[in-house]
């Protein structure tokens, strides 16, 4: 019998997202068979406390820490090991053969942790460093999709410092940029905590500093009249996407408690959209990915607005919800690929992108 895969799934975190990521660890862990994978469970708290032990999940869930231990992986290329700390004194755990990250938001989808990663010298699922930051700030994000002539809504910038001492100043700005209704969000967050929806002056002013809660940099966007499409992308170099899909809120737009605390919207899947539209879509999806040279999944999500049926480019999520019943591997069953083959891939995709990485030099010596 071959030995079996090491492999820890990390969840929580110090994020707006850390009890949606809960939700989609408890997804993925109910797919990693234990015939197949010897399975460490890594929790981290709200404060940053990485935690191991019997029952993580359960009890991350319940808030129940007690009989939890200290963990660590050192930032250096020791192959994946991790550490447990009892009393005074750090005891190795057996090497990781790959970290299967499920933390949504700041600290855990921004390249932070993929930082840490590369330094640990670990195979890890999704995208690196630079796609995740990319693909996390949202004004970053839009600056280089407008360089690769790839279509995103009008937006402002400003900062937690701007709102605080000039939110006259500010408030005039952006309606001399953008006609009311506009979306407000926190630039660095996911999930759409701490997005607002404004239709006046004073609503501006409430979601303003809703926003700055969550992010020193807050994105303002024109609203459109959109219909709100995603297509999921899987892969390293050579990416593929999938079916698209429409999500009908039932609220303003698809807020946090829709996502995953009620089930009122819509979610049409396939979208209701002509193959060329579908086609269009998914080359684009393809195309944002590669640009910011994406790695194992994202899903990308548009705006295609009603009354012209442009194409607006949205944001591309690195590490998106994964519960089961979640855009992203929804997309992919409906493509013809099951939830847990989903994760069989991410896992493979993680060790191959390892191996690639593991071909560039570290060090130059010149010829004499």
């Known amino acids: 019998m071959s030995e079996k895969m090491k492999i820890a799934v990390i969840f929580g975190g110090r994020s707006g997202e850390h009890e949606v990521s809960l939700m989609s660890a408890r997804s993925v862990l109910s797919v990693l068979s234990p015939e197949k994978f010897e399975i460490t469970q890594i929790g981290i708290t709200h404060s940053g406390a990485w935690l191991t032990g019997k029952n993580v999940i359960e009890a991350f869930e319940s808030n129940s820490f007690d009989h939890l231990l200290p963990v660590v992986l050192l930032p250096e290329p020791r192959k994946g090991s991790l550490y447990v700390l009892k009393g005074n004194v750090l005891e190795s755990l ?17 390249g932070t942790m993929q930082g840490l990663f590369e330094l640990a010298d670990v195979a890890y699922v999704g995208c690196g460093v630079l796609s995740s930051a990319v693909g996390m700030d949202k004004n970053l994000f839009k600056d280089v999709m407008r360089a690769n002539n790839i279509p995103v809504v009008e937006s402002v910038l400003l900062t937690r410092s701007q709102i605080s001492s000039s939110m ?43 926003a700055a809660r969550f992010d020193r940099r807050v994105l303002v966007e024109r609203g ?39 089930d009122t919207s819509e979610l049409i ?23 910011i040279d994406g790695a194992g999944m994202a899903r990308v999500d548009f705006l295609l607005d009603r009354d012209t049926n442009e194409i607006y480019l ?55």
Request: glycine share 6%; hydrophobic share 35%.
């Open 94 to 110: 057996p090497q990781m053969d790959v970290v299967f990250p499920v933390l949504h938001g700041t600290f855990g989808e921004d």
């Open 168 to 210: 006259d100043k500010v408030i005039s700005n952006i309606e001399n940029t953008c006609p009311y209704p506009v979306f407000v969000k926190p630039a660095n967050l996911g999930s759409s905590v701490g997005i607002s929806k404004c239709t006046s002056r004073s609503d501006l002013m409430e979601g303003l500093m809703e």
């Open 224 to 262: 459109i009249n959109a219909r709100e499409i995603e297509v999921s992308v899987l892969g390293n170099e050579n990416p593929i996407a999938s079916i698209a899909g429409e999500i009908r809120p039932m609220d303003e737009f698809y807020t946090y408690e829709a996502k995953y605390l009620d």
């Open 269 to 291: 899947i396939p979208a209701r959209l002509d193959e060329t539209t579908m086609t269009k879509l998914q080359q684009i999806a393809i195309q944002a990915f590669q640009v």
């Open 314 to 368: 949205s944001e591309v999520n690195t590490i998106p919800g994964f519960t089961k019943i979640s855009m992203y591997p929804k997309l992919w069953g409906a493509s013809g690929i099951s939830y847990p083959d989903l994760v069989d891939r991410l896992i493979s995709l993680a060790l191959q992108r390892k191996q690639d990485r593991d071909n560039t030099e570290r060090s130059f010596r010149r010829n004499e």
